[in-house]
């Protein structure tokens, strides 16, 4: 895993929160239910919310990411909101993709509210944890195994990020 602090300008994160804020009561939002396979989905009985980055938020986006990611020719941006209870099983985000990358961007995360993030060092084999710290972008280039921890009652609002999937 590759980890990169200030992932986001200032102008970009506005954008993504405005569009979450704005868009909590459209219906724009799709459930994880409906499109997660079945092995990460597994103990999960919470779906994630999920919709896809407005095109217009795209060039911003990209701007900012180009530069911490592997070589593509497209990317998929979608934004998600963990209520409490959901997670995501172990997986490895093979597939067609070169790599996955998450962005967090709640202001503040605390361990006790879960959310954490957890995966499995391709090298050492060692189990690591991460805390959720805002516009901290986490990059899976080597699909090493990973998972994230329930979101618990401790939370007193949904867990945001924003998801990137990067493609040939």
Not at 103 to 113: A, K, R, S, T, V
Not at 134 to 152: A, C, F, G, R
Request: with cysteine; charged share 25%.
């Amino acid at each position: 895993m590759r980890i990169v602090e200030n992932a986001l300008s200032k102008r970009s994160l506005e954008l993504v929160h405005e569009r979450i804020r704005r868009s909590l009561n459209q219906e724009v939002w799709a459930a994880s239910t409906l499109w997660w396979t079945p092995e990460i989905r597994r103990g999960n009985n919470t779906s994630v919310l999920t919709q896809t980055a407005p095109k217009t938020h795209m060039p911003f986006l990209e701007r900012d990411l180009k530069k911490h990611l592997p070589p593509y020719s497209s990317l998929g941006i979608q934004y998600y909101l963990w209520p409490e209870g959901s997670n995501i099983s172990t997986h490895d985000d093979r597939g067609d993709r070169l790599a996955g990358a998450t962005i967090y961007l709640n202001p503040e995360w605390h361990p006790d509210m879960g959310g954490l993030f957890v995966w499995t060092d391709g090298e050492s084999q060692e189990l690591k944890v991460l805390c959720p710290r805002m516009n901290m972008m986490v990059i899976n280039d080597k699909y090493e195994d990973h998972l994230v921890t329930p979101i618990t009652s401790a939370c007193k609002e949904m867990r945001a990020t924003v998801q990137i999937w990067v493609y040939e």
